[in-house]
């Protein structure tokens, strides 16, 4: 243990102390009084024998648990940016999968072979690979977010998954309802629940989400043109964009036409006897678009009373996609109308379904005289050079 003073540099009159105790340096500049810093550094000894003087090396700030950070990154983030059912979707993963394993540790402390393990034992458990990618995304993103405030140096997530192996769940294929299931749904509809015939004739002739037909107004609708141009969702009392966040026009047939046209004026009449503006939601109770809940108690009580095979009432979309691919349309505008991202999407899902056994349209391909026997090749004439006139331009 040792205090010391000293005039650094040497000659420059400016005086210092030093302090050397149990393998801890730590020097003051004191100024140019030299009895001054000999005062300190009697005080400094004191403080040594005493213990009050604390010289120990700093530690490093200790980074915020893992679960805390991910509340921040949801609530400043994901929240504010992103659909309200992506936020409660990324929150109920991570309550589920994640904090329960690494929840409490620090943020700089979780390794990759932590979460290697976690995603081995949840595929192990019976979660799919599409599941785990996205447990492997909300881990991610705090992490990606830590690395912005300069809390990580790497995260430890990076191309985690190419390393797994993992093998992919076996798709279930889409089974969508016959064409008379579909006549027998609606007439018992019309029949039995006629104020929501028309909201069931909409999803199953335009093959909107839930959201979608919950969120529609009156000026959507093109009574011209005879389309309905799709702009918002509703879920949870919240009205959002749709899933893709772009819009799309969804064309009426005829039939919907004229049910969504009778409804108009029923509920034009209606506002007028009430000496109110008629209410913007399509489809609403007291003003306000009807819950998700509702209607999907209303379907299972049509189906009920159908006597029809129960299925998630997003099977009108499936439906609505197969049977315009069944009956010829190219899988183009049934993209357009279901409003995929891409092409893809819809070949990947309702692929199966495209008409491949029309044998006249590969007959077309051959050429008539490759269609008869011949017992000798036919004699071909050496070609013979083409003259081409001059023009002028």
């Known amino acids: 243990m040792g205090v010391t003073i000293r005039e650094k540099p040497q000659g420059s009159g400016i005086w210092w102390i030093f302090i050397n105790h149990k393998g801890r340096r730590k020097s003051k500049k004191i100024g140019t009084d030299e009895a001054k810093a000999r005062e300190v550094a009697e005080k400094a000894k004191a403080k040594l024998v005493l213990g009050e003087l604390d010289i120990e090396k700093p530690k490093k700030p200790t980074a915020p648990e893992f679960k805390k950070y991910c509340e921040i990154w949801l609530e400043t983030y994901i929240k504010p940016l992103r659909r309200r059912s992506t936020y409660e979707r990324y929150k109920d993963l991570l309550q589920r999968h994640v904090y329960p394993i690494i929840g409490k540790k620090p943020i700089d402390q979780i390794k990759r072979g932590e979460l290697k393990a976690l995603f081995l034992d949840l595929h192990r458990a019976g979660l799919s690979k599409a599941s785990i990618c996205l447990v492997r995304d909300v881990i991610s993103g705090p992490m990606a977010y830590a690395m912005d405030e300069e809390i990580l140096q790497s995260n430890q997530t990076a191309g985690i998954m190419k390393h797994l192996r993992l093998e992919r769940s076996k798709k279930i294929a889409v089974e969508p309802m016959t064409p008379d299931e579909v006549n027998l749904v609606l007439s018992t509809a019309r029949e039995h629940f006629r104020a929501d015939y028309p909201f069931f004739l909409c999803a199953f002739r335009t093959g909107m989400r839930l959201g979608e037909l919950l969120g529609l107004k009156w000026d959507d609708v093109d009574w011209n043109k005879k389309f309905i141009h799709v702009k918002r969702s509703y879920r949870r009392q919240g009205i959002g964009k749709t899933k893709t966040g772009k819009d799309r026009r969804v064309d009426m047939s005829d039939q919907l036409y004229g049910a969504l046209r009778e409804l108009y004026t029923q509920r034009k009449r209606e506002a007028l006897q009430a000496g109110k503006e008629i209410v913007e939601f399509i489809f609403h109770k007291d003003g306000k678009p009807v819950s998700q809940n509702s209607i999907r108690n209303f379907w299972r009580r049509i189906l009920k009373k159908a006597g029809v095979r129960y299925m998630k009432i997003h099977i009108t979309r499936h439906t609505f996609a197969s049977l315009l691919l069944s009956n010829g349309e190219s899988p183009a505008y049934v993209k357009e109308q279901l409003g995929h991202a891409n092409i893809s999407i819809t070949v990947d899902i309702y692929g199966h379904l495209i008409p491949s056994?029309?044998?006249?349209?590969?007959?077309?391909?051959?050429?008539?005289?490759?269609?008869?026997?011949?017992?000798?090749?036919a004699k071909t004439e050496k070609p013979q050079p083409v003259k081409i006139a001059a023009h002028s331009f």
């Open 357 to 377: 056994s029309n044998r006249e349209a590969v007959n077309r391909l051959d050429t008539p005289h490759l269609s008869a026997p011949q017992a000798h090749p």
